[in-house]
């Protein structure tokens, strides 16, 4: 595997695992993690346990505050991008290869999940509304519709504002 592919499967692991935290997932995330990142250290297994329950409670206490909550994530993701880089760097050809594969088969689990459990949450105010995930607003009939987007870019290709329907 080059090293452009060890990045983006560390990456994508680091954010898989920190969406595992608080799903149905974890524990089986927790330890296959810990055990396949120690390669049979067991001092290094047990480290890596702690550090994976730190994870999991420093998300959980967040709960209840969404802008703690994205900003801890942020940080876990990187800092579990980095261990597993490191992992996928020290191992040798079948024990990196089997993390491999886990990494792929655990970002596709939570891919399962869905937006939310992904870190995809969303939040309104009094009057408005939330949604992690496509939103189409629509006019029929002569009616009106409006919609606004408060975060990321504009779309590469928006399209013209007017009336739908017949």
Known sequence: MDLEALAALATAGGAALVAAAGTDLWEAVRSRIARLTSRGDGDVERVTLQRLDRTAAELESNDTDSDGVVRSRGRLENEWTV????????????????LADYLREL??????????????????????????????????HGGYAAGVQNFGGAPANPTRPGQSGP
């Open 83 to 98: 261990r597993l880089s490191d992992a996928l760097d020290a191992a040798d050809g079948p024990q990196r290869n089997e």
């Open 107 to 140: 970002a596709a689990a939570v891919a399962q999940l869905g937006p939310a459990a992904a870190g995809g949450t969303a939040t309104a105010g009094d009057g408005g509304f939330a949604a992690a995930g496509d939103v189409t607003i629509r006019a029929e």
